[in-house]
């Protein structure tokens, strides 16, 4: 079944990651992407070694076939006056314009905004930046890690006083390409109302924020920040996670604490505790917290993870396991609902990938095709802007493709 941005043409020039997983999941959803590429090939066709060792297979990587699947490449050199033609016969034809340069970089290729919406009114002109197109860093160059730095993530993660949490790589561009290719289907549907395209600006530094919406209203409403928080000392021990004989960790989350306190007693198998008074009622148990959580922590130390949530779940709490990102990728949970998927990889034979965040009963996202090679699909997109073989063939001799 076609997906629901069946028909949608993508034109991008991304590279790393936040551009690049924004067209993936509108491609995801049944988008016509196609990647605009230098000859030298987006950079991330060899970043290699991002977790500490060669993780190529087969001469790929997975970090670009991960931001990179359901796309088409076309090789252009945009600095020549014949491939800027190519690239402006793409944009007559596209309903998106995805790109995660630097502001002023589009505007000094002539590109910009006003130049690709004057020749195509109806385009969605999509920029996922690092900053946002207004302020006083707008042209400030960013990565990952620094919109995850400023964005103040790293000092909402970990323990109070302790320095800034390390965050895995990855995670600011993610969400900042998510949120611009949901920018981009609220753009095409107001298109669809009003006839006319428009510029879609998102950031790293906007995505972030708003991922930390609860934890940025206290300053923003209250005028003070929501504090980090310390594990031994939490002020609703049943809200809290625990680590087990085994060494595995594990949540219990009950935001009605007395609700479920009798039946915290019982899978504990301390029913003595429910009416000591040091922890009789919310609030005794806050001020006796560090005390309790010590009590805990000694009991869940004489069984595994395993037997402590199966004991949970008889005694209906509500809990589970923290788990690795590999027991994740295995969880029976997560391949039920295709956050990740198999597919049958030409190169790779039969392969498991992050799947898609959504579902859409009759028109569902797919993985369609692989990351492409380097402009893999060069002759068929110029064949279908209605160049000839021969065209083709001079703008080899020109340099203009590869």
Not at 14 to 40: C, H, N, S, W, Y
Not at 344 to 356: A, T
């Amino acid at each position: 079944m076609a997906g629901p941005l069946d028909g949608v043409k993508v034109v991008e020039i991304t590279m790393f990651q936040q551009g690049p997983v924004a067209g993936m999941r509108l491609g995801d959803l049944g988008a016509d992407v196609i990647k605009v590429e230098p000859k030298t090939g987006d950079p991330a066709r060899g970043f290699m070694r991002i977790i500490g060792t060669q993780v190529g297979l087969k001469g790929r990587n997975y970090y670009f076939e991960n931001n990179n699947r359901n796309k088409r490449s076309i090789v252009l050199d945009m600095k020549t006056e014949k491939g800027m033609e190519v690239f402006l016969k793409l944009i007559d034809k596209a309903d998106v314009f995805l790109n995660n340069m630097s502001i002023e970089a589009p505007l000094k290729m002539g590109i910009g905004p006003e130049v690709l919406l004057k020749r195509n009114p109806k385009l969605v002109y999509a920029h996922a930046s690092g900053w946002g197109r207004k302020g006083p860093d707008a042209n400030t160059l960013s990565f990952d890690y620094t919109g995850i730095g400023r964005s103040g993530l790293m000092m909402s993660c970990g323990e109070r006083n302790a320095p800034p949490a390390q965050i895995l790589p990855g995670m600011g561009d993610e969400l900042g390409g998510l949120t611009c290719a949901w920018a981009v289907t609220a753009a095409l549907y107001a298109r669809e109302k009003t006839g006319k395209g428009q510029v879609v600006d998102t950031s790293l530094m906007g995505s972030l924020i708003a991922m930390l919406g609860l934890i940025m209203a206290a300053p923003a409403i209250l005028g003070q920040e929501f504090p980090r928080e310390i594990r031994a000392e939490a002020g609703n021990p049943i809200y809290n996670h625990y680590q087990a004989k085994d060494g595995k960790w594990f949540i219990l989350a009950h935001l009605q604490p007395d609700r479920y306190w009798p039946n915290c007693c019982r899978a504990l198998g301390m029913p003595e505790l429910e009416n000591d008074p040091r922890f009789s009622s919310i609030e005794a148990r806050g001020e006796n917290a560090k005390e309790l959580i010590r009590i805990m922590d000694e009991k869940f130390a004489t069984r595994t993870r395993d037997e402590w949530l199966e004991i949970f779940n008889k005694e209906g709490l509500i809990c589970t396991a923290i788990q690795s990102p590999m027991e994740v990728s295995n969880d029976p949970q997560t391949l039920a609902n295709n956050y990740f998927i198999y597919a049958d990889h030409p190169v790779f034979g039969r392969i498991k990938m992050v799947g898609f965040p959504w579902d859409f009963s009759e028109t569902p996202a797919s993985w369609r095709r692989e990351a492409p090679e380097l402009g893999q699909h060069t002759e068929e997109i110029l064949l279908e802007l209605g160049y000839t073989w021969d065209d083709i063939i001079k703008f080899k001799d020109g340099g203009v493709i590869n």
